[in-house]
């Protein structure tokens, strides 16, 4: 299996930042670079997204206080919402009421329940 890794980096000035890594070595792939953002290739399955902060801040999740004691993590546009509680991980879609993924556990999660009284 290929696993794609793309890490989101917020760059104050697009062309600079790319007359920069164009400096170091590094290519960038014309089929996911634009006005907003730039797809610089590091390895075969490794890309650093620049994007320019106003477009980098449509991708961020932000934490919401919850009184439940779960992590609620909202992103900006108010459609999905991550919520991790002691034993699992959910993600939602907000706007139409349904959970996209259900039950995803790290493995601290794991041992937190096997821990726990039977």
């Known amino acids: 299996m290929h696993k794609q890794i793309f890490v989101n980096l917020a760059v104050s000035d697009l062309k600079r930042s790319m007359a920069f890594f164009r400096g170091l070595g590094f290519e960038f792939n014309p089929q ?29 999740t932000k934490p919401v206080l919850s009184s439940t004691g779960a ?3 909202e992103d900006v546009k108010g459609v999905g919402l991550l ?17 996209l993924v259900d039950a995803c556990t790290h493995e601290k999660q794991r041992a937190f329940m096997a821990a726990q009284p039977k």
Do not use: Y
């Not at 907003?36 to 801040?57: D, R, W, Y």
């Open 83 to 99: 919520l991790q509680i002691a034993n699992k991980s959910m993600l939602m879609d907000t706007r139409q009421g349904v959970r």
């Open 71 to 73: 992590l609620r993590l």
């Open 32 to 60: 996911f670079t634009n006005e907003q953002g730039a797809c610089m290739v590091i390895g075969e399955n490794i890309h650093a997204m620049l994007l320019s902060t106003p477009f980098f801040k449509t991708f961020v």
